[in-house]
T-cell receptor
């Protein structure tokens, strides 16, 4: 089974702190993603990566950066946390399906609270 | 604009088949239909996807109409653990998975 793990399930940080969210996948997937999920807004894509050291902006990249130094690891960085970044953060990795298309596999999520 | 339309909620009796509909009348020829579900406080879980043909795996069956404008996800024997929000997504792009509001399925004993 594909396993995507995230470094923390719950995290509480103060405004202005630098926050690192780590994600590791064990299936040698090229593609990795960071989403945030908020009530009434669904999942929104922050950043994604198709390869090591490669990154692309999603729909809401402002206030975030990412790092992908190794294929299995994709980190999300909040340079200076703000209260509006309180959210559930979800990491995913994906592979191409046998019949085409892509299957995304998600981690359990990190619920970040910024106070 | 929303690419898919799903009912906001559905109920199903335990042990019965759950049939979750999805309308995607503007689907284009190279877009796949994906289904995911999210159990409370967990990350979304991939269920199944298809392009034109019906698909079946160990979790569910996906029935796509011939004109591809709608589809149905079938859970053949629903259990209480299938209670979740089910998302229908159409996409031709790995980085463009738009998770809408989905259908909240409640399986009742």
């Amino acid at each position: 089974d594909v396993k995507v793990t995230q470094s923390s399930r719950y995290l509480v940080k103060r405004t202005g702190e630098k926050v690192f969210l780590e994600c590791v996948q064990d299936m040698d997937h090229e593609n990795m993603f960071w989403y945030r999920q908020d009530p009434g807004l669904g999942l929104r894509l922050i950043y994604f990566s198709y390869d090591v050291k490669m990154k692309e902006k999603g729909d809401i990249p402002e206030g975030y950066s990412v790092s992908r130094e190794k294929k299995e690891r994709f980190s999300l960085i909040l340079e200076s946390a703000s209260t509006n970044q309180t959210s559930m953060y979800l990491c995913a990795s994906s592979s191409r399906g046998a019949g085409g298309g892509y299957e995304q596999y998600f981690g359990p999520g990190t619920r970040l609270t910024v106070t | 604009d929303a690419k898919t339309t799903q009912p906001p909620s559905m109920d199903c009796a335990e042990g019965r088949a759950a049939n979750l509909p999805c309308n995607h009348s503007t689907i284009s020829g190279n877009e796949y239909v994906y289904w995911y579900r999210q159990i409370h406080s967990q990350g979304p879980q991939y269920i199944i996807h298809g392009l034109k043909n019906n698909e079946t795996n160990e979790m569910a069956s996906l029935i796509i109409t011939e004109d591809r404008k709608s589809s149905t996800l079938i859970l053949p024997h629903a259990t209480l653990r299938d209670t979740a929000v089910y998302y229908c997504i159409v996409s031709n792009n790995n980085n463009d998975m738009r998770f809408g509001a989905g259908t909240r399925l409640t399986v009742k004993p």
